[in-house]
Each structure stands twice: as C-alpha cells, then as structure tokens.
C-alpha cells in the first residue's frame, strides 16, 4: 500500500478526528497534504495542531496545488453534492460524511460522478465499521437466530447540534443529521428494501436555548416497515443530556441481538428482574466510537487500494430517501410510501425547487 496524500474538506469536530487518526492512527499510510475550510483561521488551527503545510478556503484552490489521492468531505450536508462531485471529477477517491446530500437529485449527481471516474467512494456511516455492530450483522446473515422481526434502534446526543442543522431547509432535520445513522443501521440489519415510513416529533427543549427556526425538534420517533416483512423503530432525543447514547436490539425468530449501552460496560443482562450498572456514561459520539472512526479511515486508505468498499453511494442514497419520507411524514402527519418519491414532478415542500428524484 502506498503512502496517500489526502485533502481534509472540513476543519470542524470531524474534520479533527479523521485528521488525527490519519496522522496518528493509521500507521503512517496516509499524509494529510491540506485542510481546506472556509473559516481560514479554523483551518490554520487544525494545520498547526497536526503540522499540516497547506491552507484552503476553498476545494477549488486546494485542487489547484495538489496532487492529491483523496479527499475526506466533512461539510455541511448542503455543500456535499458540489464538493464530491469536484473531487471525483478531479481523480480523487472520496470520503464524504453522512448524510450524503440534501436530495435524491444530489445524490444522483454524486453517483453519476463516481461512474464515470475509476475512483471509490465510502460513506461516513460509522456504526459500518465498529466491531459490535459488523459482529452484530454477521451473526443475522449467518441465520442461526432466524429472521429479523422487530429492529429497535436509537441515537441520543448530548449537546445541540451545529445552528444550519436545526433548520430542515439546510439539513433535512435531526432525522438526517443523527438519525441518518440509525436508517442505515436498521437497512443493514433487516437485510430487505423498506417500504414506508412514519414520523412523530416533539419539541422539549428548543425554545429554552434559543432555537426559534421553524419545524425543529429535539424529539423523534419513527417506525419504518420492510419488504421481508420485518418493522423497525427508531428513536432519537438531542440535546439528551445525559451523554451519548447508540443502542440497537434485533428480535429475530429464533433469539436476540442486542448491540450498545450507556457506557463501556459491553453486553448487559438483567436477571430475574433487577439490574445494577455502575460504568460511565460516554460522553459523546467520539468516546463511543472512537475505533470504529480509526478503522473508517484505515479502510478508506485501503479501498483507494482496490479493497472493498464496506458502506457507498447505494446505501447513502438509501438512507436519503427514508429521511425524505419520513420528513414528508413529520409535515404532514401520515405514513409515507418510498415509493411516493419516484412520482413525477414531486418536489419537496421545505427544499425550495427541490426535486426528489
């Protein structure tokens, strides 16, 4: 494996990891050649904490001073479909963070740009590439616990969000920008196309810490319907409090799975109707994470390789179309059939002049 100069488009919380653990972590197969953010002084600061040379404000400048391998893309959503489809159409492998874009139509324009370069690219869904969850997927298609029933999945996040993700015009809502991670989730494990989904929101917090933006909430629950026949639920609360929190349970046919807890403590039993659990709460998505995040850059570096590509442009589209759904769901207070998106000239309410497919 030759050594990768990469690209980092995006110098914000995510940004830093996947710069610290390229530059720590993955075993000095990767350079990080420059850090590319708007917000030059953010930028100059991430670049001097890792000894970064070059500074950008824009992909386009960067582009213009490689060479570069790859780019990793941690921007706002509404800025994925243009800085991927720039950077494959430049010859670069990408890594683009969910959820991969605001619509199916950006989603299309990014999946027409991986097929006509040679190049790869590996969605940011993290809880692909942690060792419980693949564990956890390997056991359901290995169909020793039988047919997956009922999936109950759920992320609780501790703080706000970023103030463009509270508005549904500029982020699709905490659905996509924290629940996205469970739609994957739940499409993994059910193995089946989904067929519809529900959404019930609620607002808790909001308005006490200055959120005024029209149709945000902190609270959601959503249940989606398979073609196997199998139903999940998902459930995300953010701000939480509390702490991080990422739990999925698959009753299946014949047993169990249960995946994630509060805190370090591995898998958790409850006998006889008592329980006692005395670890720490995690902190954040980064404590919970944290080697799933490293191994997602390691295998980027090694799919730019010709290794296979665990989560792409398929299921990012996948779980962008649940988020439409179920965001038609929340405004209109019905189900929503997938199949309602590939209706001509749908557009959709909150994305102005946005077309669905």
Excluded at 19 to 37: H, P
Excluded at 266 to 291: K, M, N
Excluded at 317 to 336: H, I, Y
């Amino acid at each position: 494996m030759s050594r990768k100069r990469l690209c980092m488009v995006g110098a914000g919380r995510v940004g830093r990891l996947h710069t610290r653990n390229l530059i720590e972590r993955a075993g000095r197969r990767a350079e990080v050649a420059a850090i590319v953010d708007p917000s030059l002084d953010t930028a100059g600061k991430l670049a001097a904490d890792y000894a970064v040379g070059a500074v950008y404000a824009t992909l386009e400048e960067a582009l213009a001073h490689g060479p570069y391998d790859g780019a990793v893309i941690t921007t706002p959503t509404f800025t994925h479909r243009a800085l991927a489809v720039a950077a494959l159409d430049a010859g670069l492998h990408v890594h683009l963070e969910k959820p991969m874009a605001m619509n199916l139509d950006e989603c299309a324009g990014i999946t027409a740009a991986l097929r006509r370069s040679d190049r790869i690219l590996q969605l940011g869904f993290m809880r692909r590439f942690d060792r419980d969850f693949i564990e956890a997927a390997e056991l359901l298609r290995g169909g020793t616990i039988g047919a997956p029933m009922i999936i109950k999945s759920l992320t609780h996040g501790p703080g706000l969000p970023p103030a463009w993700a509270n508005d549904i015009r500029t982020s699709n809502g905490m659905l996509a920008e924290v629940n996205s991670h469970d739609l994957d989730t739940v499409n993994w494990f059910a193995g089946a196309e989904p067929v519809d989904i529900h959404v019930r929101v609620a607002n808790f917090k909001g308005r006490e810490r200055g959120v005024t933006t029209e149709h945000f909430y902190d609270t959601l629950l959503a249940t989606v319907t398979f073609e196997s026949g199998a139903i999940a639920s998902i459930a995300g609360v953010c701000p939480a409090d509390y702490g991080y929190d990422a739990r999925v349970e698959v009753t299946c046919t014949g047993g169990m799975i249960q995946v994630g807890g509060t805190g370090p403590g591995g898998l958790a039993s409850i006998v006889s109707g008592t329980s006692r659990r005395g670890e720490a709460v995690f902190g954040s998505w980064r404590d919970r994470f944290a080697d799933a995040y490293t191994r997602e850059m390691v295998e980027f570096l090694a799919a730019m390789d010709g290794e296979p590509v665990r989560v792409g442009a398929a299921e990012g589209t996948r779980a962008v179309a649940l988020v439409l759904a179920g965001t038609m769901s929340m405004l209109e207070r019905r189900t929503v059939a997938l199949s309602e998106l590939r209706a001509p000239g749908l557009t959709l309410s909150w994305q102005s002049g946005a077309a669905a497919a």
